[in-house]
């Protein structure tokens, strides 16, 4: 197995600059992994070769022949399938958009596109981004190259086992309440929720309009900063989308100094119902944090208790709304109603919904459509955005005593399959520590700090800032990120097992 | 408020969303939504705690996002009937949606 892919991806620009190695290898090494294990982990649902090798190819000429070339531009990527691509299938996991090329580009792509990043291919996720666990895919569960029996977390499991197991370098996955900060965690790689707005979301498979958000992953620190610098920015195609100067994130990700800074753990989202490994690693880092010279305190945000209650009103109220658009009229799976000579419109849309989306999907949207509906309005989806108002005032109070926040990414290490698939709530209370993230519109980071003393799996802590002040969770993480050992996927972990 | 959800409630639910749920679906669905609304139904408690509270609809606090009215370069018609169950004569062919009781 060539040792390129053990890069991370800013040593791969550093190599592209110097050329010593090209684009087309790189491709080529990581198409290779791919080819080579991912028969047992199952990230992607489609591999993009011959149009990735040509990016490489491209932009390998452009540097022969002298261009300056933005600093990712030939570092391999993959792409959540939520995400449009003109060139490459897009299905949101979901057979309802089984094999559908979108007839454009989402803007985070053209912004790849632009920066010569090879799409090496679309990564799998639960349906519609709906699930913890990446196994409510219509296309079969992705498994965590940690332990291949485990879920590697969701909804951008796929972006995260891909990363994890050194099949790309990079991925952009999306978050709308914890699905690119929890793979992280379960995976063992940096992933980032930034603010809400501050990356546009055009083109991208709507769930949650109010909380959805697409962010960058990677095996380190910078390697996230640099791919989040390259997709974030205003966009007058998203009318959600931040008109502001994109945070220094890069800046602050090669800084990495905590000295003097107010770090708040939540008392909240920790204690009891957290694994002890996880409560153990989540003390070590903060300790940690206080040597290199953080002011540590505790700080309390009593309403992050109800996020998961508000969550799971707010978001199915939204995907009742955002899946309506999946008619069996304009594009999709259209399916005719068994039983019936001349269908009607309605007979065919309800037959092809009911055949296209997956169980979690049905449920959310029943959920969404009950808590939407006349009677219920006020006591359902109206108190679950005044208990947002709540969430958003302790974050405020927060951030006036404290620079950032931290708290365990997730309660628990990446669980069996099947473990959760027969309770969904059990999986809802999953995202108790990243929920209260997507409700305020803050940014937040997983930062992988080791392996869990009891199971032996990556463990995650979270950093949490104000709007627009991504760049403090950079520089937090990466002053951790040097004091602790990054779990690494050994190189033949995979490939033993063949 | 009660979350006690029958499963004609959920019929009825599934009508509405236009999702023709299986017998199974509907029996599964009518199981499981009654501990998940229990679960959720918390937040009625947390607001009548807090008093008077502002609801937020969303993160950003911007509105109306206008752009210039010029035209630009949008699909074309092929582009925009390519993921089409049906199409005809650069429009989309769809079931009647007429006569329905």
């Keep these: 197995m060539s040792d390129l892919i053990r890069l991370t991806a800013s040593e791969i620009a550093d190599r592209l600059a110097t050329g010593d190695v090209t684009s087309v290898e790189v491709t080529q090494a990581h198409l290779d992994r791919i080819e080579a294990v ?36 030939g570092v391999p990527v993959a792409v959540k399938d939520l995400i449009n691509t003109t060139d490459q299938p897009t299905t ?5 958009l089984e094999g559908w090329r979108p007839p454009y580009d989402a803007t985070v792509v053209a912004r790849l596109r632009a920066a010569g990043l090879p799409i090496l291919g679309k990564t799998n996720l639960d349906e519609f981004a709906m699930g913890s666990s990446n196994e409510h895919s219509a296309y079969g569960p992705t498994r965590n190259p940690w332990d291949t029996d485990r879920i590697p977390g969701g909804s951008s499991g796929g972006s995260a086992a891909a990363v994890a197991a050194h099949e790309a370098p990079l991925a952009l996955g ?48 910078l390697d996230a900063a640099l791919l989040h610098e390259v997709v974030a920015g205003h966009d007058p195609m998203d009318s959600t989308s931040i008109d502001a100067p994109v945070p220094a994130v890069v800046e602050a990700a090669r800084r990495g100094d905590v000295q003097g800074l107010r770090v708040g ?26 040597q290199a010279g953080a002011e540590v305190v505790e700080v309390s945000c009593p309403s992050f208790e109800h996020g998961i209650a508000a969550y799971y009103l707010v978001m199915p109220s939204e995907v009742s709304s955002n899946l309506a658009r999946f008619d069996a009229m304009r594009y999709g799976l259209r399916v005719a109603p068994e039983g019936l000579t001349d269908p009607s419109a309605e007979q065919v849309m309800a037959a092809s919904r009911d055949a296209g989306f997956g169980d979690e999907v049905k449920r959310r949207i029943v959920l969404g459509t009950y808590a939407l509906s006349s009677g219920y309005y006020d006591a359902y989806y109206g108190s679950a955005q005044k208990v947002r108002t709540l969430v958003a005032r302790d974050f405020a109070a927060a951030f006036e005593q404290v620079d950032v926040l931290v708290s365990p990414t997730a309660p628990t290490t990446a669980w069996r399959l099947g473990e959760k698939s027969d309770d969904p709530l059990a999986m809802y209370l999953e995202d108790v520590c990243t929920i209260p993230a997507n409700l305020a519109g803050v940014p937040g980071l997983n930062l992988p700090v080791g392996l869990a003393d009891d199971t032996g799996l990556p463990v995650g802590v979270q950093f949490l800032a104000p709007a627009q002040a991504d760049d403090r969770l950079y520089n937090a993480a990466a002053a951790l990120e040097r004091l602790v050992d990054a779990p690494q996927l ?5 490939e033993g097992a063949r | 408020m009660s979350s006690a959800l029958s499963r004609e409630d959920v019929a009825h639910l599934a009508n509405l969303a236009r999702i023709s749920l299986s017998e199974d679906e509907l029996d599964r669905l009518g199981a499981e939504l009654p501990a998940i609304l229990d679960h959720v139904a918390a937040v009625q408690g947390v607001v009548d705690a807090a008093g008077d509270v502002e609801p937020m609809s969303h993160p950003v606090p911007v509105a109306n996002v206008f752009r210039e009215d010029v035209v630009r370069p949008g699909l ?12 005809e004569e650069q429009r989309f062919l769809v079931p009647k949606i007429l006569g329905e009781e």
Aim: net charge negative.
């Design chain 1, 38 to 73: 991912d028969d047992q982990v199952h990230a992607f649902l489609h591999v993009g070769r011959d149009s990735a090798l040509a990016t490489a190819a491209d932009v390998d000429a452009r540097r022969a022949a002298g261009e300056q070339l933005p600093t990712l531009a």
């Design chain 1, 92 to 96: 949101a996991g979901s057979r309802i």
């Design chain 1, 174 to 221: 999306t978050d709308t309440g914890g699905s690119i900060r929890q793979p992280g965690a379960m995976t063992g790689i940096v992933g980032v929720k930034p603010t809400y707005g501050g990356v546009s979301r055009y083109g991208v498979v709507a769930m949650a309009s109010s909380l959805d958000q697409v962010g960058p992953m990677g095996r380190s620190v």
């Design chain 1, 265 to 290: 753990v939540v008392r909240e989202l920790g204690g009891e119902g957290f694994q002890p490994g996880v409560r153990a690693a989540f003390d070590r880092a903060v300790e940690l944090l206080a």
């Design chain 1, 490 to 494: 050994s190189a033949d972990a995979l």
């Design chain 2, 76 to 87: 074309t018609p092929d582009e925009a009937l390519s993921g089409a169950p049906a199409s």
